[in-house]
């Protein structure tokens, strides 16, 4: 049940949420929208750098923090078909087992070339080719289920690349913008992204000035800080029902950066 448990965590809130309600740019009055496509002109991918980073996710309710998972995430180079890339993993380590879910993008205009997860109670394998998704689901306790979808424009892998389409925005205050994504195996939808303010944190690595970035995908209401500089995430909250958040922060911060 625990894995099950951490599964919905990484899709629902980690990444973006695999019931994903369609936002229309038109929801936001008064503002110029970027409509974030695969190769598109909006996306700065020469921003984007190699990372790596262990991260503490908890839920918190009242002065109550519950551990959820330590994630240890990298991003480093790579290369497909003579073309340069980006591979993508994220390991998610919770004391009834582990999770690995990893992806390759293409580093030129972040289009979804593989991804993969494996987990205790399933593995996943999909692969991206232009605007068809094909792909298997594999339960521990069941038959292997196979996927396939011709799409009528290409889209972006929601599990793990959400963080990297930020990472590509030009964010500035007052920001607004669209993308949309499928999420193996669950399905597709469009995000809303907004930058709602600035803040200045303080954080275990000294003083980073931060966008608050809010994104609406029909689930959680969630929001992430922003390095100004690095254009990197550096916190994550989403709101849960009963007054509960669930947060996701570099684990050297969690015991004094977030307050209570």
């Known amino acids: 049940m625990r894995s099950q448990t951490r599964r919905w965590w990484e899709r629902k809130l980690i990444c973006v949420p695999a019931t994903l309600l369609v936002v229309s740019a038109a929801h936001v009055h008064g503002q110029n929208v970027d409509?974030?496509?695969v190769g598109g002109r909006a996306l700065h991918t020469e921003w984007i750098q190699p990372t790596t980073d262990t991260l503490a996710l908890f839920i918190r309710k009242g002065a109550v923090d519950r551990p959820v998972a330590t994630l240890?995430?990298?991003?480093t180079r790579a290369v497909v078909d003579g073309q340069a890339a980006w591979l993508l993993v994220q390991a998610y380590h919770t004391p009834s087992g582990d999770n690995v879910d990893s992806s390759v993008v293409l580093a030129a205009t972040l289009a979804p070339v593989r991804y993969s997860s494996i987990a205790a109670n399933s593995n996943e394998r999909f692969t991206f080719a232009d605007t068809l998704i094909t792909g298997t689901v594999?339960?521990?306790d069941s038959a292997q289920r196979e996927i396939r979808l011709?799409?009528?424009e290409p889209v972006f892998n929601a599990v793990v690349d959400n963080a990297m389409i930020v990472a590509a925005l030009p964010?500035?205050?007052g920001y607004a913008a669209t993308y949309r994504s499928y999420n193996?195996?669950?399905g597709f939808g469009t995000t809303m992204l907004r930058v709602s303010g600035a803040e200045r944190l303080q954080t275990a690595r000294g003083v980073v000035d931060a966008w608050i970035v809010s994104l609406d995908a029909g689930g959680a209401p969630t929001t992430l800080w922003v390095d100004t500089r690095t254009h990197r995430v550096i916190r994550l909250r989403a709101a849960l029902a009963g007054g509960a958040e669930f947060w996701k922060l570099p684990a050297a911060d969690q015991v004094y950066v977030v307050p209570k």
């Open 171 to 173: 964010l500035a205050e």
């Open 35 to 37: 409509t974030v496509r």
């Open 150 to 152: 011709q799409l009528r």
């Open 138 to 140: 594999t339960p521990r």
């Open 72 to 75: 240890i995430g990298s991003v």
């Open 184 to 186: 193996p195996p669950r």
